[in-house]
């Protein structure tokens, strides 16, 4: 279940990645760090969601 549930979360992040690094030979500052917390950020939202989701799914299955 968790190889389903996290290559949204994959191929998002480096989707991000790439469009992002392109982006930044427009862009005249760094964001790096910026990218990095809101990936951290989203990352750890999704993560607590996985877990709910799981704890919700063996709930459900074990009645």
Same mark, same amino acid.
């Given at each position: ?6 290559? &949204? ?18 862009? &005249?500052?760094?964001?790096?760090? &910026?990218?990095?917390? *809101? ?22 299955? *074990?009645?």
């Amino acid at each position: 279940m968790r190889f389903i549930f996290f290559i &949204p979360l994959v191929v998002g992040i480096i989707h991000t990645l790439f469009a992002l690094k392109g982006l930044a030979t427009v862009i &005249p500052y760094e964001i790096a760090v &910026p990218l990095l917390i *809101s990936i951290g950020v989203y990352s750890v939202i999704y993560i607590g969601y996985y877990y709910l989701t799981v704890r919700s799914y063996f709930r459900v299955v *074990s009645k």
